[in-house]
T-cell receptor, first 113, second 116 residues
Framework: DGGITQSPKYLFRKEGQNVTLSCEQNLNHDAMYWYRQDPGQGLRLIYYSQIVNDFQKGDIAEGYSVSREKKESFPLTVTSAQKNPTAFYLC????????????FGSGTRLTVV | AQSVTQLDSQVPVFEEAPVELRCNYSSSVSVYLFWYVQYPNQGLQLLLKYLSGSTLVKGINGFEAEFNKSQTSFHLRKPSVHISDTAEYFCAVTDAGGTSYGKLTFGQGTILTVHP
């Protein structure tokens, strides 16, 4: 994963529960992103953060929350308000204005049971 | 804002044959373009990127892509594929001016299946 770690790899959630997905990096990158991947829909941006203690909503933020208390950590909480949370979640990091592209974590597959 | 369209959702091909995965983008500003590969249940790995300069970009695993500004395209090619190239491929774009704060917009993905 080149210095970016997502955990757990698989996660099962009962309806009505909140769950938190972990994303940790040791590459000292400023920018961190959460994407959701569904078959045939590509990757859709949930939240992103350019700096500690600041984050912005992406295209599909409803039902999700994040925090950025430390540079190396950007956890994503999937709340009970997210009506269709079953998906593959990817965390990514980059430097600068994006010209380096992203380094991705290995993903967390969340399933609602 | 930018958008990306990958013109084929699935591309089947025989081993050692050439392949082209098509990507068109839309943007009112200059862009950076990327191709990523994803193997099952894994994250995405950068194949190559276009920032500026030569329109033919070479990447890892023998892949290359050509930026065509007039046709707003960034097609990915490989002259001879292997079974191990079976994966999903994503085209992505961000604006070169940095106003997107590094956010990438991704296409829907193309599943490349290489048959023996």
């Amino acid at each position: 994963d080149g210095g970016i770690t997502q955990s757990p790899k698989y996660l099962f959630r009962k309806e009505g529960q909140n769950v938190t997905l972990s994303c940790e990096q040791n590459l000292n990158h400023d920018a961190m992103y959460w994407y959701r991947q569904d078959p045939g829909q590509g990757l859709r941006l949930i939240y992103y953060s350019q700096i500690v203690n600041d984050f912005q909503k992406g295209d599909i933020a409803e039902g999700y929350s994040v925090s950025r208390e430390k540079k190396e950590s950007f956890p994503l909480t999937v709340t009970s308000a997210q009506k269709n949370p079953t998906a593959f979640y990817l965390c990514a990091i980059t430097t600068g204005t994006g010209h380096n592209g992203y380094t991705f974590g290995s993903g967390t597959r969340l399933t609602v049971v | 804002a930018q958008s990306v369209t990958q013109l084929d959702s699935q591309v089947p091909v025989f081993e050692e044959a050439p392949v082209e995965l098509r990507c068109n983008y839309s943007s009112s500003v200059s862009v950076y373009l990327f191709w990523y590969v994803q193997y099952p249940n894994q994250g995405l790995q950068l194949l190559l990127k276009y920032l500026s300069g030569s329109t033919l970009v070479k990447g890892i695993n023998g892949f290359e892509a050509e930026f065509n500004k007039s046709q707003t395209s960034f097609h990915l090619r490989k002259p001879s594929v292997h079974i191990s190239d079976t994966a999903e491929y994503f085209c992505a774009v961000t604006d070169a001016g940095g106003t997107s704060y590094g956010k990438l917009t991704f296409g829907q993905g193309t599943i490349l299946t290489v048959h023996p």
